[in-house]
């Protein structure tokens, strides 16, 4: 199909940007987390490396991490359809800076074996919930805003 706007005719693109978030034409969210996660990975490498240097303790860390890392990574999570794949990526990120905070980091056994932290316990140390938690109360807030509109009660 072919658009045209006073005899020119538009450009058909795969991808392109819409106030931040990266929309697609096969309608899929993933090029959006994908995205996200890419730029709340250099804020957390940055954001960690200064509270590190000034031995910021663990809660406080997960407070910088919650409000400045997190409201990148989960931004326009309220309207995404997450796939599990997508939901492992996520959460994957999220256990690893959790891992950073507490210290509790994946470690190599004398004998080659891998020895991983307790994940529900890291985030409980760490001060986090699950990141399903924080796109769900994302999610919520929303929905009790629209929820209050009118046009909501006449759909």
């Not at 995205?35 to 303790?57: P, T, V």
């Not at 800076?97 to 470690?107: Q, S, V």
Request: net charge positive; hydrophobic share 35%.
């Amino acid at each position: 199909m072919r658009f045209t706007v006073n005899g020119c005719q538009i450009k058909n693109v795969n991808e392109f940007k819409y106030l931040g978030r990266i929309l697609d034409n096969k309608d899929s969210d993933i090029p959006a987390v994908e995205q996200n996660l890419r730029k709340a990975r250099q804020k957390w490498g940055r954001i960690s490396r200064i509270l590190s240097k000034e031995s910021a303790k663990p809660r406080v860390m997960a407070s910088f991490y919650k409000a400045i890392v997190q409201s990148v990574l989960l931004y326009g999570s309220e309207s995404w359809v997450i796939s599990e794949r997508t939901l492992l990526k996520l959460r994957s990120f999220h256990r690893r800076c959790a891992r950073y905070i507490t210290g509790r980091h994946i470690r190599e056994n004398d004998d080659g074996s891998w020895t991983c932290p307790n994940s529900a316990r890291t985030l409980e140390e760490a001060g986090l919930w699950t990141v399903e938690e924080y796109i769900e109360r994302r999610r919520s807030t929303v929905m009790g805003y629209a929820v209050e509109r009118s046009i909501y009660r006449r759909c």
